[in-house]
Every structure is written in structure tokens, then in C-alpha cells.
């Protein structure tokens, strides 16, 4: 049973582009659940998401940032017109109730 | 909203020595979970011990314990015979009924041989 996976590992962007993070839960997990890792900061919630249903979006900010999680196919992170501000690592977790398993995270570099 | 603390940004221990790392966290909800995850260099998040509020009992996990207050909203972790491959960050997380985790900033643990 493959664990939380994430792609890419590592992601550069230009000041401008989009940003596409994905996910796949481990095998049996209806629930997604991502964070950001800012330098020297513990996770920060973003987004909590079941399969085509938004949950909870309390730590998303309000622009350019979206998440889905559709029938079929990985979750996705989206980030439009990236800011150096959004250089981090995303973590993906999956769970199918109390405790995760994350994945092991895309490092998003900013230039 | 829920906070949790971790005051030690950095701590030592001596290989096969144990340590102790702190973290306070604060709720009004009387259901929730406490975990300690480890973080190495590969920025993987491993969960490392978990704590259901409802248990009196001190979760054990091999040479990984804590101490769970649930008064004084303490929850220490205990790492006994510590091995070089302990050395990480680790951070502290609440999850009560909204199931988001809320993590502490993290404590770096060095070990030295």
C-alpha cells in the first residue's frame, strides 16, 4: 500500500506562472488535507477537502490559491500569478479519521 | 482557536542519553488528540507517538514516551537512549473536532555521539 504521494518533489516557478501541486491519498482515504511549511514554521493549515467536496478552506488565502479533489484523480493545489511570498513546502496528508500520514511534500521555489 | 507551544527552539542530547521536549497547548475542547511528529532533512513528516485526550494512560511507543498533563495542557516528549538517528526537527500538533492539526514551531534536536 503506496503512502501519501506528491509531485512533483520540487517545483520552480517564475513571479507570474501557475502552480500545480498533486496529491493521491493513500489507497482507502477519502480525506485530503493540505498545509505549508514557511522556513523555520511548523505546518499551517490550508485546506481540507473529501472527494468533490471543499470542507474546510479556513487557511486559504483569499486569492489565487485553489483546491479540488475530484472523483477520479488526485488532489490538486493550484496557485496563480506565484509571489517569491509563496516559496514553501506543501504537504499533502490523507487520513480516513484521527491521525494522517503526510506525503513528503513539494518544495515550491519562487524566482 | 487553538495554540500550541513549543519553547525550546533547539535542544542537545548526548547519544544514548534521554531527552525531553516540551510543549503547551491551549483549547477549551475536551476531545481532542495530541501527536509529536519528527521531521529529518528529507522534509518527510513522521509520526512519531499520539495521545487521545481521553486516556489517563501515558502513550508509549519503544524508546518514545510522554507525559500528558491534561490540566496543566502539558504534553512532553520523552526520547530515551537517544540515537543519532533521532536527530530532527520535531513539532507538537493538536487536532480536536475541526480535525485540522495545529502545530508548534518545531524543536531541533542534535545529537551528539
Known sequence: NAGVMQNPRHLVRRRGQEARLRCSPMK???????????????????????????????GMPKERFSAEFPKEGPSILRIQQVV???????????????????????????? | ????????????VQEAETVTLSCT????????????????????MILVIRQEAYK???ATENRFSV???KAAKSFSLKISD????DAAMYFCAYQGGSEKLVFGKGTKLTVNP
Not at chain 2, 537517544?82 to 538517528?85: F, H, M, R, T, V
Open chain 2, 25 to 44: 497547548y491551549d483549547t477549551s475542547e475536551s476531545d481532542y488528540y495530541l501527536f509529536w511528529y519528527k521531521q529529518p532533512p528529507s522534509r518527510q
Open chain 2, 1 to 12: 482557536a487553538q495554540t500550541v507551544t513549543q519553547s525550546q527552539p533547539e535542544m542537545s
Open chain 2, 67 to 69: 507525559n500528558f498533563q
Open chain 2, 82 to 85: 537517544s540515537q543519532l538517528g
Open chain 1, 28 to 58: 482507502g482515504h477519502s480525506h485530503v488535507y493540505w498545509y505549508r511549511q514557511l522556513p523555520e514554521e511548523g505546518l499551517k493549515f490550508m485546506v481540507y477537502l473529501q472527494k468533490e467536496n471543499i470542507i474546510d478552506e479556513s
Open chain 1, 84 to 111: 517569491r511570498g509563496d516559496s514553501a513546502a506543501y504537504f499533502c496528508a490523507s487520513s480516513p479519521s484521527y491521525g494522517y500520514t503526510f506525503g513528503s511534500g513539494t518544495r515550491l521555489t519562487v524566482v
Open chain 2, 56 to 58: 489517563q494512560q501515558n
